[in-house]
Structures are given as structure tokens and as C-alpha cells.
């Protein structure tokens, strides 16, 4: 898989380097860098892409998820609204949208148009993640559990394994956490998400030399934003050197 990956990436860089403005190799590379957890870097592509040709709606959506991601809320606002704009029929532009107004706290909102999207689009998996995400919001996870589960079946995404994670790390299910967190690693490698998650859930189980063994690495990582500095001194401290944690 990992291999296939690596060959796409060359592959991309080779056609950018004779087309520098083949905009589907642009996207190509902006969503390899983007599963692999490389944020800016798929930003720097997307916004390249978008410098050619500015109707590019999934550019747009992708930026947007990046920015939603990054805390950039006001850009991230714009972009998702812009390719909605381009695409207003687009069910993950508009479960984007959806997902932005959760992060406000517009259940009620979220809750109808997401019925609406699903009785056109019922096994759409983005859509079954947003339902999941409303009902933690409500303090529902076992039921999230149970939806995410359904979904898996349905379409077997490293995105839905990830969110399934999620839930099992609230209930407090660390070593099936773990159980799902541990295949991500290879799938997703490199995704500083996935690497915080199965390190805080390691140090949950005691494992704090594993944790900090896979975390350190991304001290210098612009994607873990401060979060890899915070876990592996955590992680330090839990192990009694206040010293080195400082």
C-alpha cells in the first residue's frame, strides 16, 4: 500500500516537473500530502492549484477541511462557502458545511439538513461520521460506537476507523483503541492525528516509553501545531523527569 503511495507521489512530481500547471497531478499530490498528514504542504498545493484555475470546487472543499483542521475558521468559512458556491448540489461540501455548524452548536440545523442528505445519499459514510459526531456532542458515544461500526461495513475508510477511535478513547475502551489504532499507524503513516491518539492512549495503559518513542519525531513537525511538545512532556513527567520536560 505504502509502496503504491510512494509511487503515485513520484509519479505526480515527475509530471509536475515537465507540466508545472497539470492541475489533476496538483490535486493528485495535494491529496497524497493531505492523507499523509502533511497540512501545509497539501494547503501550499491546493492553493497552486487553485492560482490556475479558481473553480476548482473539491480545492476549495479540501482547503477548507485543511483550515477547519488548522483552527483557520473565518478562511475556512470562505473556501467551504466558495465551493458550494461552484457545487451546491455536492453532498461532502455540504456535510463540511454541516460539520462547521456543529462546531457552532447549531444542532437543530445540523440534525435536519443531515436528514435530508442521508434520505438522498443513505449510505453515504461522510454522513454517517457527521451523525456520529452528533451524538457525542450530545453525550451519546455508545450510540456513536454503534453507528460507526454500522459504517464500516458498509465502506472500510481509514477516516471512519480513525473517528471509531475517537469514541472508543472517550468511553475510556483504551485497548480497543488501541486494536484500531495500531493498523492506522501503517496505513496512515506519518498522520501526526493518529500517531497523538495511539501515544495518549499508550500512556493511559502505562506504555509511556512506546509513546514517547513514536511522538518524538514530531517535536519538529509544523503539523502536531505544539501538541507533540505538550504530549512528550507530559509523557516526560509521567515518568518523574520534570528535568527534561522543562
Known amino acids: 500500500h505504502q509502496k503504491n503511495e510512494q509511487k503515485a507521489r513520484l509519479l505526480f512530481e515527475e509530471i509536475l516537473d515537465k507540466e508545472p500547471k497539470n492541475v489533476d497531478a496538483i490535486m493528485g499530490l495535494a491529496v497524497q500530502l493531505l492523507r499523509k498528514g502533511f497540512l501545509n504542504e497539501s494547503l501550499i498545493w491546493l492553493t497552486r492549484g487553485l492560482e490556475i484555475n479558481s473553480s476548482l470546487g473539491r480545492a476549495h472543499y479540501l482547503r477548507s477541511s485543511i483550515l477547519f483542521r488548522q483552527g483557520d475558521y473565518l478562511q475556512g468559512d470562505l473556501a467551504i462557502g466558495r465551493a458550494l458556491e461552484i457545487d451546491p448540489a455536492n453532498p461532502s461540501y455540504k456535510l463540511l458545511f454541516l ?17 435530508l442528505i442521508q434520505e438522498k445519499h443513505p449510505l453515504n459514510t461522510e ?7 452528533l451524538y457525542i456532542s450530545v453525550g451519546n458515544s455508545k450510540e456513536a460506537e454503534k453507528l460507526l461500526r454500522q ?4 465502506h472500510d475508510s481509514p477516516s471512519i476507523h480513525f473517528s471509531l477511535a475517537r469514541v472508543l478513547y472517550q468511553q475510556k475502551k483504551y485497548r480497543s483503541v488501541i486494536e484500531v489504532t495500531t493498523p492506522l499507524m501503517e496505513v496512515l503513516s506519518g498522520n501526526w492525528e493518529v500517531v497523538y491518539l495511539h501515544a495518549l492512549t499508550l500512556s493511559r495503559l502505562g506504555n509511556f516509553e512506546k509513546a514517547l518513542k513514536i511522538s518524538h519525531p514530531y517535536l519538529e513537525r509544523k503539523e502536531s501545531q505544539g501538541y507533540a511538545h505538550r504530549l512528550v512532556g507530559d509523557l516526560l513527567r509521567y515518568k518523574n523527569n520534570e528535568e527534561e520536560a522543562q
Open 151 to 154: 459504517a464500516i461495513l458498509v
Open 127 to 133: 454522513a454517517l461520521q457527521l451523525q456520529a459526531d
Open 99 to 115: 460539520r462547521r455548524q456543529l462546531m457552532k452548536g447549531e444542532l437543530s440545523v445540523v440534525e435536519k439538513q443531515l436528514r
